[in-house]
């Protein structure tokens, strides 16, 4: 939980104005009303006095320290802020001599055994409305924590602290924290222990110009009955200052070693290794943005949700088992670059094209596991099914199988990269600082301050447009120009995923985002029929699959007849459909 810790952080020395000086001497100044980072002098030179400047007030940037959690009461400031590296147990040593803990660290620091139980209904009520209860015992005492789950922004979760007798569950302390919806089914279902965990923690703070993070080696096991589950990370927890010192703490440790960025939970981990089940992956929330945000707002929301969304997805995709995880994985990496590609318009970014190339490297690694994944659950055994009396679809199948394989050692080698590490941290700094503030040129600066209505009105304007052109004469399209128009279309959706929210308040939109993403679903199954016969192409040489893969293409060869007249009926309703952002809308 962010919190003040009693010993005093090191003094951030501060420049003639009295603004902190970050560790590269970079200095800051506003301009348009947004802060900004000016370059040191010349060794040797007077600093010159910025007129005007001030930190950075943004307000999720900076959180005011809490006080500490009595053991009567909740603690007063309800988030923590938080970011997980996963590591190897072997290793754990290694990252604790790091450069930026020896030379930042107070002390050694102390040593903890966290014995833990986690408790639910025998429904996981808790558990499915996204909030977890937890009674820790530390030493002599007993803890009990209500936490929730990641709302909209990738390390803040509530969490609320109280000193109970024993292991044991005060369900009356824990009602104040619970919606109040769910509290009389609370009331009415006994609390069961679901699993309980058992780690040795080594923690150290450390004290940086931007703020104090307090890091947490911990080690141990999680159990449920008979099932177990190692753990082994390295736990930042905020105590004051900025966020972004979680991620400069974090890049400095993936630097000196191999390491995974996570915001899966020790709870999230425990119930579903108590329910036998692999991590979920979640399709992104809806966003939820005001009217009269302005752009720079609503640029950070955006990012916030997309990069939220990305985190989500790793263990899963990590994991392998549940096959929705690398496709939400991409899903998510393409709505990074669409997010990355809708700031262009403000003007020249200069680290837009670094991050967009990044996502793009993970994502194209990952296309073919996904590829294959659809190919076996649904291309395969739908036309299988259908045509019993053809032999050979059990040997296509194992020849897809070993294609598969190949395709998630892929897609895991490049999870597993340190590039992917540094990628992953470096843009959730990017998104907490707002780097975007100092990437654009000074000129176009003001235009962040501008209503992000009228920048969405514009926006979608112009890639609508874009789909109407490349549409034209719609029932004469060959393959080839339809895979254009969905190329559009897709592009219209993510934008109007991000943007629409600010039109929430009009049928239009909703009306009009039904009809769009209608059209993309079925623009998409022209593209899984060519990407089929890519996959095809060489899968069914050996004689036992070859009449199964040319069963395989004469259907879909079919298929794609059959559906161009829904397909041109689809296309009519979308472009007859109000657009949301016109002032009629």
């Known amino acids: 939980m962010l919190k003040s810790d ?34 040191p002098a010349e060794p040797g030179a007077e600093p010159a006095i910025v007129e005007g400047a001030v930190s950075d007030q943004t307000p999720s940037q900076d959180a005011p320290p809490a006080p500490e959690p009595t053991r009567s009461s909740f603690a007063a400031h309800p988030h923590e802020i938080e970011l997980k590296l996963l590591v190897d147990a072997d ?5 604790n001599v790091a450069p930026v803990i020896a030379a930042n660290a107070r002390n050694k620091g102390s040593r903890k055994h966290l014995k833990s139980v986690y408790y639910d209904t025998p429904d996981r009520m808790l558990r499915r409305n996204g909030l977890s209860l937890r009674v820790r015992q530390i030493g002599a005492r007993f803890v009990q924590t209500v936490k929730t789950d990641a709302a909209d922004d990738p390390l803040r979760r509530g969490e609320w602290e109280t000193g109970v007798a024993s292991l044991a569950p005060d369900l ?6 619970i919606p109040e919806k769910l509290r009389s089914h609370l009331e009415a279902q006994p609390l069961e222990a679901v699993f309980t965990a058992d780690v040795h923690r080594h923690a150290r703070m450390i004290d940086l110009p931007s703020g104090t993070v307090e890091v947490a080696f911990d080690h141990g096991v999680l159990t449920a009955s008979d099932r177990s589950l190692p753990v082994s990370e390295i736990e930042l927890e905020l105590k004051s200052g900025s966020a972004s010192t979680i991620y400069e703490v974090a890049l400095r440790l993936a630097e000196h070693g191999a390491v995974k960025p996570s915001i899966r939970s020790k709870s999230a981990r425990g119930f579903d290794l108590a329910a036998g089940v692999p991590p979920s992956a979640r399709r992104p929330r809806k966003l939820r943005l005001d009217p009269s945000v302005m752009l720079d707002e609503a640029f950070a929301t955006i990012l916030r949700s997309c990069f939220l969304h990305l985190l989500q997805s790793l263990s899963a995709a990590e994991d392998g088992r549940n096959p929705e995880g690398v496709h939400q994985l991409r899903v998510s990496l393409r709505r990074i670059r669409s997010a990355l590609d809708l700031m ?44 019993p009396s053809i032999a050979g679809f059990d040997a296509l199948g194992r020849a897809a199988a070993g294609r598969q394989s190949d395709a998630y050692r892929k897609a895991h080698h490049a999870l597993d990269d340190r590039r992917c590490a540094m990628f992953l941290i470096g843009l959730g700094n990017w998104i907490e600082t707002r780097g975007w503030r100092n990437d654009v040129a000074a000129e176009d600066l003001g235009r ?11 926006i979608l304007s112009e890639q609508y447009a874009k789909v109407l052109k490349r549409g034209r004469r719609f029932k004469s399209l060959t393959m080839e120009e ?3 128009v969905r190329l559009s279309t ?31 679903e079925e623009l998409g199954t022209y593209n899984d029929m060519a990407v089929t016969a890519s996959l095809l192409d060489g899968l069914g040489a050996e004689p036992d699959s070859a009449i199964a893969a040319a069963a395989i293409a004469g259907w879909q060869a079919r298929a794609s007849i059959g559906i161009k007249p829904a397909l041109q009926g689809t296309w009519r309703d979308f472009t007859a459909a109000r657009v949301p952002w016109s002032s009629q809308g």
Request: hydrophobic share 45%.
């Open 6 to 39: 009693p010993t005093p952080a090191r003094k951030t020395p501060s420049a003639p104005d009295g603004n902190p000086v970050p560790k590269d001497n970079k200095r800051t100044q506003v301009v348009a009303g947004f802060l900004r980072q000016i370059e």
């Open 91 to 95: 290793r754990m040593a290694h990252f």
């Open 172 to 177: 009356a302390l824990a009602m104040p924290f």
């Open 344 to 387: 262009r318009s403000v003007g020249a970014l200069s680290n837009l094209d670094a991050l967009r190339s990044e996502a793009r490297w993970l994502a194209r690694d990952l296309s073919a596991a996904r590829d294959w994944d659809v190919f076996q659950r649904e291309t395969l055994p739908t036309i299988a099914k259908a045509c």
């Open 448 to 458: 962040l301050a501008e209503p992000a209505v009228n920048f969405a009105q514009r």
């Open 482 to 484: 339809l895979h254009r």
């Open 490 to 520: 897709k592009r219209l959706r993510y934008l109007s995923e991000f943007l629409l929210p600010l039109f929430a308040d009009r049928k239009s939109a909703r009306k009009f985002a039904r009809r769009l993403a209608g059209l993309q």
